[in-house]
């Protein structure tokens, strides 16, 4: 089952935060999320296991409600480097790692 | 560490021929994954492997696509006869542990079918 992001895209300023959100129709065993530039392959930023937890990544961290089966990654002070294609995948159970469509984030100086 | 391995990178072929990509993980995983990404969109599950046995192939494509992991390290996918639609990037993908793990992704394979 492919999880939902939302927005398609944004556009920011240096600087600026922003939220991507990743929703199921179904219980959530995991959550990773991926930044893709592009022509390059997907890199890893984190995974969220069911449990309610956040984590961080430099500036980017996520959250992770199991209650309501969705994830958020949020883009804190974006930097040039920050733009890309972020993908959520998904897992309802301990294997086949779903992908969302992605989320285009351009960060403009 | 050496990352993913994927050949070839890019490859041109006309609709009805056949083509195979190849895939060699990071020494020690156990999991492989090949994914399709079509232009703009997510990477579309394949098949995954669990050393060599297949975990899901529920989205392969069974009458024209084939993928084999034999002795649970480096991974051939085939497509036999090639569609325009199957015109998309071919990531393989390999873990440490299942889906609770960081997927470590190849360059990818780019395909164009004429």
């Known amino acids: 089952q492919q999880p939902v992001q939302s927005p398609q895209a944004v556009i920011l300023r240096e600087g600026e935060d922003a939220v991507i959100n990743c929703s199921s129709s179904k219980a959530l065993y995991s959550v990773h999320w991926y930044r893709q530039k592009h022509g390059e392959a997907p890199v890893f930023l984190m995974i969220?296991?069911?449990?309610?937890e956040q984590k961080g990544h430099d500036k980017i961290s996520a959250s992770f409600n199991e209650k309501k089966q969705q994830s958020s990654l949020y883009l804190t002070a974006s930097q040039l480097s920050y733009s890309g294609t972020y993908f959520c995948g998904t897992s309802i159970n301990d294997y086949k790692l779903s992908f969302g469509a992605g989320t285009t984030v351009t960060v403009r100086a | 560490e050496a990352g993913v391995a994927q050949s070839p990178r890019y490859k041109i072929i006309e609709k009805r021929q056949s083509v195979a990509f190849w895939c060699n993980p990071i020494?020690?995983?156990?999991?492989l994954y090949w994914y399709q990404q079509i232009l703009g969109q997510g990477p579309k599950l394949l098949i995954q492997f669990q050393n060599n046995g297949v975990v899901d192939d529920s989205q392969l494509p069974k009458d024209r696509f084939s993928a084999e992991r034999l002795k649970g390290v480096d991974s051939t996918l085939k497509i036999q006869p090639a569609k325009l639609e199957d015109s998309a990037v071919y990531l393989c993908?390999?873990?440490?542990?299942?889906?609770?793990?960081?997927?470590?992704f190849g360059e990818g394979s780019r395909l164009t079918v004429l």
């Open positions: 020494s020690g995983h156990a999991t």
């Open positions: 993908a390999s873990s440490f542990i299942a889906n609770t793990g960081e997927l470590f």
């Open positions: 969220l296991l069911k449990g309610g």
